[in-house]
């Protein structure tokens, strides 16, 4: 699940975009609404490369991200343009029993077994370690063994920043991806403000510009 908090920069991005040129006065974006002309020139600079859409890199967005650890493995590969406060699992994981919903399934009988076979042992664990209050090494094996059982398909709740340029990446490198999480934020990705900035290809330019 992806909850947008906040997204910034959109206007001062594309007065900073005409910067280069000093083309402010062929800006056709007007009190925070983006002109057809502005969009072709930022898509135009999107498709010559990332050295050229600098503007996009001023775009932020922050949201609410809970995604299974596996996901946030090849997220993690994103770091420029991304920042991220993840919840801690060391020092909240003990704080109550998990459920169904704390993880992600490929499927009904991946789901079965786990239910029956994994989280009955995690949630035994932390029954230890909130028991042994008083017993530092019982409760310091069971926390380790609640983290060596835990499997990849923990969800874990991180807010995230990300610039639109970091999000273009995402949005066209991980298209047709396996995994249904990507394919998740790249719906997302078209509910925020603006998205053509992010997901477009090809805008028929209305005035031919230098890059």
Known sequence: MIKTLEVAGIGPSFHAMRNPYDSWKESDTHHGK???IDAALSN???????????HMRMIIVWAEMWMPLYW????????MGVEKESCSTMHTIAKRNLTEDDFAYSDEEDKLHFLIDVLPRI???IDIYNSNRDDKEARMTA???????MPESFIQRRTVMMSYAALRSMYFQRK??????WMELRNWVTTLPESWIITSENIPMEEEEDL
């Open 123 to 125: 949630n035994n664990q």
């Open 143 to 149: 926390w380790k063994k609640i983290i060596s059982d």
């Open 44 to 54: 135009k600079l999107a498709m010559a490369g990332t050295e050229h859409c600098k």
């Open 34 to 36: 983006i002109g057809p």
């Open 176 to 181: 047709g991806h396996k995994l249904k999480e």
């Open 72 to 79: 946030w493995k090849q997220f993690d590969t994103y770091r």
